[in-house]
């Protein structure tokens, strides 16, 4: 399973605490009467950006919604709904002006009013909506000033907000659509395009929207289809029954970067695939075991087999498009002597069995590593699981995952916010132990914890640097996960159509395509 907490790339924020504001980048293109074709493989969850935390989903609903902040190709944080912003001395306050005259396409004025009931239902915990939990943790509350001027009050200092309201969580809401209780089914922001019709099972099919504030959009609909078999997909784009197709299956990759009527669409890596081990459990309680399997296994050998070389092997906890990565730290290499001799150390010269919980998309992972594994003597015994089974053994509690003997579970982790905080807080803070989130292995260390708060708060961004090189180091030496590798965001769309780019975190941002 493929956990993602948003999906929104971002760069690091500047040093200074008030940011002029520069018009949102969409770039000019003359307009288009045709329709673009994009499939995916999932359909939306929902027609609502608060209650999701779905890629895929958010990739559906950004050319309808927008929220203060955004960014434009480039991954430069500009501004949308908000003409500027600037936050005070501590970090915990900020105000935004809003931009004029901007109406949602039911006609409702997108006013302080507006706003203020969008992050409403984010801070009301009764209303149990997906993506809620990140904003609330953060937010504290908002006022409006006057008509077109908001304070966001934070909880504390939080650098990485202005990127947090880039999110699809706090895109705007026409205050009488989400009222009326329409949104899960009916999309109503303010963005350039505005929804037709939401066959569920389908298809979403959106249309330029006249009234938009800003440059038009240059062509006349968007049409969003889904398959779940790769073949079908690599076929569609091929044959120009899908304009755009994403994700690309790495095996498909090569032979359309090498076809003239296609172009490949390659992101920086942003999701970490991983292993994570159960820190409670024996044999996993000993950190050698834990550094032996990863010296167990050949990261080369998963990008090559697995990703036919579009992504590379792991050797951090954090992506290399997530502020604070540190392209220093060396992670393991594959070496057996050194496995072997960790595990006779830790009392395990024998065979050791390990049990890892998998869902269908992870099991080849899971076989790959079983064979890998097997050459240090470790036997990996895999246990497939259907998605809810899956979902009750990852996030459960550390006497049922003794009780159901889960040493270990695959999956992966990516931030839209990418930003360190959400990367390394949900899945290594001792605060984060699973059921309540996603330290799956029950991992514990006051330092780590120490420096991801100080981290989380600081507002100097030099100082956050330092904070996340110290903790990626800590979470390699015990060997907390088994780190795999950051696959490469694929796409591949038709040579005719152009504008359209890949957001970190593989969403396609149609708003500015053409085709022809």
Same mark, same amino acid.
């Given at each position: 399973?493929?956990?993602?907490?948003?999906?929104?790339?971002?760069?690091?924020?500047?040093?200074? =605490?008030?940011?002029?504001?520069?018009?949102?980048?969409?770039?000019?293109?003359?307009?288009?009467?045709? #329709?673009?074709?994009?499939?995916?493989?999932?359909?939306?969850?929902?027609?609502?950006?608060?209650?999701?935390?779905?890629?895929?989903?958010?990739?559906?609903?950004?050319?309808?919604?927008?929220?203060? +902040?955004?960014?434009?190709?480039?991954?430069?944080?500009?501004?949308?709904?908000?003409?500027?912003?600037?936050?005070?001395?501590?970090?915990?306050?900020? &105000?935004?002006?809003?931009?004029?005259?901007?109406?949602?396409?039911?006609?409702?004025?997108?006013?302080?009013?507006?706003?203020?009931?969008?992050?409403?239902?984010?801070?009301?915990?009764?209303?149990?909506?997906?993506?809620?939990?990140?904003?609330?943790?953060?937010?504290?509350?908002?006022?409006?000033?006057?008509?077109? +001027?908001?304070? !966001?009050?934070?909880?504390?200092?939080?650098?990485?907000?202005?990127?947090?309201?880039?999110?699809?969580?706090?895109?705007?809401?026409?205050?009488?659509?989400?009222?009326?209780?329409?949104?899960?089914?009916?999309?109503?922001?303010?963005?350039?395009?505005?929804?037709?019709?939401?066959?569920?099972?389908?298809?979403?099919?959106?249309?330029?929207?006249?009234?938009?504030?800003?440059?038009?959009?240059?062509?006349?609909?968007?049409?969003?289809?889904?398959?779940?078999?790769?073949?079908?997909?690599?076929?569609?784009?091929?044959?120009?029954?899908?304009?755009?197709?994403?994700?690309?299956?790495?095996? !498909?990759?090569?032979?359309?970067?090498?076809?003239?009527?296609?172009?490949?669409?390659?992101?920086?890596?942003?999701?970490? !695939?991983?292993?994570?081990?159960?820190?409670?459990?024996?044999?996993?309680?000993?950190?050698?075991?834990? #550094?032996?399997?990863?010296?167990?296994?050949?990261?080369?050998?998963?990008?090559?087999?697995?990703?036919?070389?579009?992504?590379?092997?792991?050797?951090?906890?954090?992506?290399?498009?997530?502020?604070?990565?540190?392209?220093?730290?060396? %992670?393991?290499?594959?070496?057996?002597?050194?496995?072997?001799?960790?595990?006779?150390?830790?009392?395990?010269?024998?065979?050791?069995?390990?049990?890892?919980?998998? #869902?269908?998309?992870?099991?080849?992972?899971?076989?790959?590593?079983?064979?890998?594994?097997? @050459?240090?003597?470790?036997?990996?015994?895999?246990?497939?699981?259907?998605?809810?089974?899956?979902?009750?053994?990852?996030?459960?509690?550390?006497?049922?995952?003794?009780?159901?003997?889960?040493?270990?579970?695959?999956?992966?982790?990516? &931030?839209?916010?990418?930003?360190?905080?959400? @990367?390394?807080?949900?899945?290594?803070?001792?605060?984060?132990?699973?059921?309540?989130?996603?330290?799956?292995?029950?991992?514990?260390?006051?330092?780590?914890?120490?420096?991801?708060?100080?981290? %989380?708060?600081?507002?100097?961004?030099?100082?956050?640097?330092? =904070?996340?090189?110290?903790?990626?180091?800590?979470?390699? @030496?015990?060997?907390?996960?088994?780190?795999?590798?950051?696959?490469?965001? =694929?796409?591949?769309?038709?040579?005719?159509?152009?504008?359209?780019?890949?957001?970190?975190?593989?969403?396609?941002?149609?708003?500015?395509?053409?085709?022809?």
């Amino acid at each position: 399973m493929t956990l993602v907490i948003d999906r929104r790339g971002a760069l690091a924020l500047g040093g200074s =605490l008030g940011l002029a504001a520069l018009l949102r980048g969409r770039g000019a293109f003359a307009a288009d009467t045709s #329709q673009i074709v994009i499939m995916q493989t999932e359909a939306p969850r929902s027609m609502d950006p608060a209650d999701h935390t779905a890629t895929y989903t958010a990739a559906v609903l950004e050319p309808m919604y927008e929220g203060l +902040t955004g960014y434009n190709e480039k991954m430069e944080l500009v501004p949308v709904l908000a003409t500027k912003w600037e936050g005070d001395a501590t970090g915990t306050v900020w &105000t935004f002006t809003l931009r004029q005259g901007v109406k949602f396409h039911d006609g409702e004025p997108c006013d302080a009013d507006a706003v203020i009931a969008s992050f409403a239902r984010h801070l009301d915990e009764k209303r149990g909506l997906a993506a809620s939990g990140r904003i609330r943790n953060v937010l504290a509350e908002v006022k409006a000033l006057d008509a077109q +001027t908001l304070r !966001f009050t934070l909880k504390r200092p939080y650098p990485a907000f202005l990127k947090l309201m880039a999110g699809n969580a706090a895109a705007i809401v026409s205050p009488k659509a989400e009222k009326a209780g329409a949104l899960g089914r009916a999309a109503v922001g303010t963005g350039p395009y505005k929804l037709v019709e939401y066959k569920s099972g389908e298809y979403v099919l959106s249309e330029a929207n006249p009234d938009y504030w800003g440059e038009k959009a240059p062509t006349k609909s968007l049409k969003w289809i889904w398959t779940q078999e790769a073949a079908v997909m690599n076929m569609a784009v091929q044959t120009g029954d899908a304009d755009v197709v994403a994700p690309l299956p790495p095996v !498909f990759a090569a032979p359309i970067k090498a076809n003239p009527e296609l172009v490949l669409m390659e992101g920086n890596p942003t999701a970490v !695939f991983w292993v994570a081990l159960n820190c409670k459990l024996a044999p996993l309680d000993d950190v050698r075991v834990r #550094q032996a399997l990863n010296y167990a296994t050949d990261r080369d050998g998963l990008v090559s087999n697995l990703l036919y070389g579009f992504g590379k092997p792991a050797t951090s906890p954090l992506s290399p498009a997530v502020f604070g990565y540190d392209p220093t730290v060396e %992670g393991y290499g594959l070496d057996l002597g050194k496995a072997k001799s960790l595990l006779a150390e830790a009392g395990h010269a024998d065979d050791i069995t390990i049990n890892v919980a998998v #869902q269908e998309p992870e099991a080849a992972i899971a076989e790959i590593l079983q064979g890998m594994w097997a @050459q240090a003597g470790i036997t990996l015994n895999i246990q497939k699981m259907e998605s809810g089974v899956w979902t009750a053994a990852a996030f459960g509690t550390p006497e049922q995952k003794a009780a159901q003997g889960v040493h270990a579970v695959i999956a992966s982790w990516s &931030t839209g916010t990418f930003d360190a905080d959400l @990367q390394l807080k949900p899945l290594y803070h001792t605060d984060s132990w699973s059921p309540k989130s996603a330290n799956l292995g029950f991992y514990s260390n006051a330092e780590l914890d120490e420096i991801l708060n100080k981290a %989380g708060s600081s507002t100097d961004e030099t100082e956050r640097k330092s =904070l996340y090189a110290k903790a990626q180091r800590i979470i390699v @030496q015990d060997a907390v996960h088994v780190l795999l590798y950051y696959p490469n965001d =694929l796409a591949a769309a038709r040579a005719e159509v152009k504008g359209a780019w890949l957001m970190p975190g593989g969403e396609v941002m149609p708003e500015r395509a053409t085709k022809g």
